[in-house]
């Protein structure tokens, strides 16, 4: 399995990058029973519609999973909407988008639709819940709850080693603050993609975000592997959340950036 950057600037495009999506990729049998490369992509936010083309071909993505329906994690599902329908070799095949209850209603305001409007000819909104795990070829995607203003989740993926040898998982928390969803959630995971929106002493709000410190935490509850720090914003100075988590844990800490990948 390996892990993507397509886009991480926190709560908005930024000027090196697009807002929140991350490309999760794993081989695996398909339907024909052939080796083949599945795809999901976990958000879209401003931005990442195009990013996504650096790293794969449209028709060949498997899955859309949003953790929550904030614009900075989703409006480009807009984008791949239009790129499916409108595409002159003809309408691409539907995509499954898996999202919070409302995701349709929540599109269709975004791209200024009527209510008619369902998108099923390229698009299937599936509700998430946790609980209910979801396949996606080699791929199980599982959700846990966050602590944000609005209903969101923690992502976590679990699916075939790139060598084949055995079982590898990593996880994102979406937005979030520290909660037991979160904590339940990064139990173990060979790599955990945590948000660090916030700086401890400049950010005191809580139920919103995670600073650097509070992602590391993170990360030592959950006995991770490695963790990669993202959505930081464009006005937050990126080693000071890198040294917030560094202080708190002992293991490997990178920054996301576009384009970077991961392979466990
Ligand atoms: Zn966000
Ligand atoms: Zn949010």
């Known amino acids: 399995m390996r892990l993507t950057v397509v886009g991480c600037s926190g709560s908005m495009s930024g000027p090196d990058s697009a807002a929140s999506a991350y490309l999760v990729e794993a081989r695996g049998p398909g339907e024909d029973g052939a080796e083949r490369t599945w795809s999901i992509v976990l958000d879209l936010g401003p931005g990442a519609m195009g990013a996504l083309l650096n790293h794969v071909d449209p028709r060949e993505l498997d899955a859309v999973v949003l953790s929550h329906l904030h614009a900075d994690h989703m409006v480009d599902l807009i984008g791949m909407q239009v790129y499916r ?4 070799d003809g309408p691409l095949p539907p ?3 898996h999202g919070p209850a409302g995701t349709l209603e ?4 975004v791209g200024g639709d009527d209510e008619d409007e369902d998108y099923s000819d390229v698009l299937t909104f599936r509700t998430l819940s946790t609980g209910t795990p979801v396949a996606v070829g080699p791929m199980t995607v599982e959700v846990f709850d966050a602590w944000h203003p609005v209903p969101a989740f923690g992502i976590r993926v679990t699916g075939p080693s ?5 079982t590898v998982s990593l996880g994102y928390t979406g937005d979030t603050d520290s909660c037991p969803g979160q904590d339940a959630m990064a139990q173990g995971l060979d790599l955990l993609l945590s948000e660090a929106a916030f700086q401890e002493d ?3 709000a809580r139920g919103i975000h995670l600073t650097g410190r509070r992602a590391g935490e993170l990360a030592v509850t959950g006995g991770v592997g490695r963790l990669v720090l993202t959505h930081v914003q464009p006005w937050t100075d ?5 040294d917030e988590a560094r202080s708190v844990y002992d293991g490997q800490v990178d920054l996301a950036a576009p384009g970077a990948t991961w392979v466990l």
């Open 85 to 88: 329908r409108w595409h002159p």
């Open 95 to 97: 995509l499954d988008v």
């Open 106 to 109: 929540r599109t269709r305001a």
């Open 162 to 166: 790139e060598d084949g040898a055995g």
């Open 202 to 204: 400049r950010d005191e």
């Open 238 to 242: 990126k080693p000071t959340v890198l």
